[in-house]
């Protein structure tokens, strides 16, 4: 026969301080466990959000990034020939000769310097993002020095307000708008006229290509021919594939770090447990001992002490997966490591990583209860009731 189950709630409600104690350790360590995924979650959504699997960027070939990519005008104009874009409702073809440059701002909070990304497009580079959308303001004028700034530039750096003034290259311009790009890299960057943009540079090539698939299932067909020409040497993707593989990297790194922080920090919780459980097989000794002579098994005895530091340790992940939760209120910025521009970002909660971090706190759980429970099921029944 089985104990009950009120049976095992009962004992950790006995032992308030010790079970709080052990359950706050675990739920510290399925904090730190869950804000790691969700961080790398987040940085891997917010870069892949960003590119549409209906648009095709071409860059210089062995390019990471477009901030190392060039692309001269003669093989610009090439790659517009090949394209075959769709065209827009005012029957212009939905392709944006890009450029990508990086400036440095003045961090709002630290007064620290930072890199931010500056994009040039054409006229038709708004169009091809319509997760991109103006907040207040207006768009910028085609052929004027005017700008528009990405939500979370302007709340996160000084001196870029609507009307206020901002030295690019050789030239100052005027910021005319502010856009909201959702939960995308785009929120982090500043955009003007490519053409004005190049000229404040001193650039006389592109860094990108950018166009609009007329029918999506045919991009094999026109990146076979892109990249094939023997004019060009340049490769072309799908905007969210290079925008996936933009988060590879950084989005590994933190989930390596993460998971090894979590399995040093786990080895603390797992040790509190066990000395938890441990503390509790001595202190019922005489109530094991009762419990094997009237006639409950060894199996009986094993289950019930698992159960609690699962128990236990369930405590622990529920909480500490709640306040990991909370974290999703927060924006943050970072550095992005392939273009060594700032890139703010949220922390995104799936099923997945609640489900690994209940997971993990079981096996924290598990692993901590089980020399205890060995122990209080092998417990010789006449040494028992000899302590009563």
């Known amino acids: 026969m089985n104990l009950p189950y009120s049976y095992i709630l009962r004992n950790l409600w006995t032992r308030k301080l010790t079970t709080l104690l052990t359950a706050i350790g675990m739920a510290l360590v399925v904090f730190v466990f869950a804000t790691v995924l969700m961080l790398s979650e987040g940085l891997e959504k917010t870069l892949v959000a960003t590119g549409s699997p209906d648009n095709v960027i071409v860059i210089r070939r062995s390019a990471e990034t477009e901030v190392q990519s060039?692309?001269?005008?003669?093989?610009?104009?090439?790659?517009?020939?090949?394209?075959?874009?769709?065209?827009?409702?005012?029957?212009?073809?939905?392709?944006?000769?890009?450029?990508?440059?990086?400036?440095?701002?003045?961090?709002?909070?630290s007064g620290k310097p930072a890199n931010v990304t500056v994009r040039g497009i054409s006229d038709t580079g708004l169009v091809l993002r319509p997760q991109v959308r103006l907040t207040q303001g207006r768009m910028f004028h085609p052929g004027a020095r005017e700008i528009i700034v990405g939500n979370k530039i302007s709340q996160g750096f000084t001196g870029i307000?609507?009307?206020?003034?901002?030295?690019?290259?050789?030239?100052?311009?005027?910021?005319?708008?502010?856009?909201?790009?959702?939960?995308?890299?785009?929120?982090?960057?500043?955009?003007?006229?490519?053409?004005?943009?190049?000229?404040?540079?001193?650039?006389?090539?592109?860094?990108?290509?950018?166009?609009?698939?007329?029918?999506?299932?045919?991009?094999?067909?026109?990146?076979?021919?892109?990249?094939?020409?023997?004019?060009?040497?340049?490769?072309?993707?799908?905007?969210s594939q290079f925008y996936a593989e933009q988060s590879e990297m950084m989005s590994r790194f933190l989930e390596i770090l993460g998971l090894s922080l979590s399995a040093i920090f786990s080895i603390g919780a797992v040790i509190g447990a066990m000395i938890t459980m441990y503390a509790s097989?001595?202190?019922?000794?005489?109530?094991?001992?009762?419990?094997?002579?009237?006639?409950?098994?060894?199996?009986?005895?094993l289950q019930a002490f698992l159960l609690e530091s699962l128990a236990l340790s369930f405590m622990g992940g529920i909480v500490g997966l709640a306040i990991a939760s909370l974290t999703q209120l927060l924006t943050i910025s970072t550095m992005n490591w392939q273009t060594f521009s700032e890139l703010a970002f949220t922390f995104t909660l799936t099923k997945e990583i609640a489900w690994q971090s209940v997971l993990f706190s079981l096996l924290m759980g598990l692993v901590g209860g089980f020399l205890p429970a060995i122990r209080a099921a092998r417990m010789n029944i006449v040494d028992a009731l000899r302590t009563a």
């Open 281 to 301: 097989v001595a202190n019922r000794t005489a109530e094991i001992g009762t419990l094997r002579a009237i006639g409950f098994p060894q199996q009986s005895i």
């Open 70 to 109: 060039v692309i001269d005008r003669e093989q610009a104009a090439i790659i517009v020939s090949l394209s075959n874009p769709a065209y827009g409702p005012a029957g212009k073809p939905l392709v944006s000769k890009e450029l990508m440059v990086l400036m440095v701002l003045t961090k709002k909070d």
């Open 161 to 239: 307000g609507i009307g206020e003034k901002l030295n690019l290259g050789l030239g100052e311009w005027t910021v005319t708008g502010i856009f909201d790009a959702g939960k995308t890299g785009f929120g982090s960057e500043i955009w003007g006229d490519v053409d004005q943009l190049m000229q404040a540079f001193r650039r006389n090539a592109y860094s990108s290509i950018l166009f609009k698939l007329v029918d999506p299932t045919n991009f094999e067909q026109t990146q076979f021919r892109i990249e094939n020409d023997q004019r060009l040497t340049v490769e072309a993707k799908r905007e």
